[in-house]
């Protein structure tokens, strides 16, 4: 399976483990990058510090590829990225800010980087700004997203006509036949979250990885669109918001309704209801949760049954 | 290629033209069933007599089959339903509404039904009323549309894991990619709207024919969710419909400024400030108005180019 991400990241399978907070830790992107894909230690919910621990955990764990996602509108930012260096990352992936900033920083130091975008537009800016590789994300996809709301259908063939470097589906993909219907569209290869949250090494709560399990279609939207859009489950937290929407709020309101730390309750403490329980649509598809090396096998071994039954 | 949808419908390529309100005529519904694909007629637009006259004009210009699109909510429905019996068609596609009202209605009479759903549970539903095959919408499809916002992405490999009957993917598809990354989804065939409003043979006035083909990725949005969903251009309505949502209007208030015959100032006289102007997500890519014909050509050899270089 020859391809241009495979060769970029020096993997076997172009299957990437979305850096999510709260879920992606060092064990899920070591066992993901162990298993053959690239692993991504998720930098948004974790403080300079623990981040550098994770990083050398990683290490220790694999000795494969793995990366850091770093959410770039992060307080420590600078410190962060320094760490990334210091430790001997030689992937990041940028998301949520202006890749223009740091790209050819990072790469000065010997990283590769790949920028999440959800446009075309910013599809463009990206590789304007010199990234490696662009991950174009679609509305199903689960925590925060895009204004366009360009789902991964539409999106990945819209990026793929405008750039020429590689492209990274994300957004709805948990299968093999997901895996293969992305690439067909365009993509070199796909990025990969919800499935991994209900994993058994992925740092969610397990009540949160059970709530996963159980949800069905229509069981998310994508809401508090006036602050940063996200897609949660619609549990009662979510629900008290959409009754506050009744009463046509200003931003000041939804922030302060919206509170600090609620993803952190929801998806790492385990509190159902009054916590943000981020994930995509595609949750309607997952049924069990299982090591991260068997989503990763099955997801491989889907997509090649599918290619010889289909073709 | 042979499937289930091309028995069930007897014809050469498992492409349905989508039955659009202001675009499908006979002269689009007959070139697509002439060029192999299976035309419908929208009857949603059309007054009793009228439908009439385009069933007639069609059986003229075709020998191959094609249907009716019904929505069920239409105001004359029993009047249209007698209509389409005694004129002889064989295929119907309903939608927005219960299928289990008319489906064995229809089937008594020789007819083959078709119903349009944007959810697992209404797929489910459908089969459950006994209709041949479910069209699946996703979220990035025009105009009307589903309240659960799953995508073509998640909703296809969703409703295939819970039904056996025929399944037509739509939303999103208007290339030869598209139709495969649907049918490796779990798809049958497609039902593909927008890439034919951008025909020379759709009704659709010329100034929308060329607004479609200018639209770029995040120039529609789904809107007027109080009341039924609809996807739009981005035009001067839509945009003074957002002015109104500051004011926290109510579904009367809303259905005011709506106001009547919107989709026809807009679709079929060319009002392209004050008209609702539906189309899907995919006009991001479609660059040119093309003969129907050609169109289902060109997905047909793109569709076989991509499964011979992919495989």
Known sequence: MPNKVIELFSIKYPIIQAGMIWVSGYKL???VSNAGGLGLIGAGSMYPN?????IQKCKNNTN?????????????????LQIIIDEGVKIVFTSAGNPKLYTSFLQDNGIIVAHVVSSVKFALK??????????????????????????????????????SIPLIAAGGIASGRGMMAAMILGADG????????????????????????????????????????VRLIKNKFYLQVQE????????????????????????????????????????GLIHKIKPAAKIVEEIINEYHQVKNNFM
């Open 64 to 80: 494969n590829p793995f990366g850091v996602n770093v959410p770039l509108f992060y307080p420590d930012l600078e410190e962060i």
């Open 29 to 31: 992107a070591s066992a």
């Open 126 to 163: 990206s590789q304007e700004a010199g990234v490696d590789a662009v991950v174009a994300e679609g509305f199903e996809a689960g925590g925060h997203n895009g204004r366009e709301e360009s789902t991964t259908f539409t999106l990945i063939p819209m990026v793929k006509e405008k750039i």
């Open 244 to 283: 506050l929407y009744k009463h046509n709020p200003n931003k000041d309101e939804l922030k302060e309704f919206l509170g600090r730390a609620r993803a952190k309750k929801g998806m790492f403490e385990g509190d159902l209801e009054m916590g943000e329980l981020e994930i995509g649509q595609i949750a």
């Open 190 to 229: 796909v990025q990969i979250g919800s499935r991994f949250v209900a994993s058994e090494e992925s740092s969610a709560h397990i009540n949160f990885k059970n709530k996963v399990v159980e949800t069905e279609d229509g069981g998310t939207d994508l809401t508090l669109k006036e602050l940063t859009p």
């Open 50 to 54: 623990v981040l550098r621990e994770h």
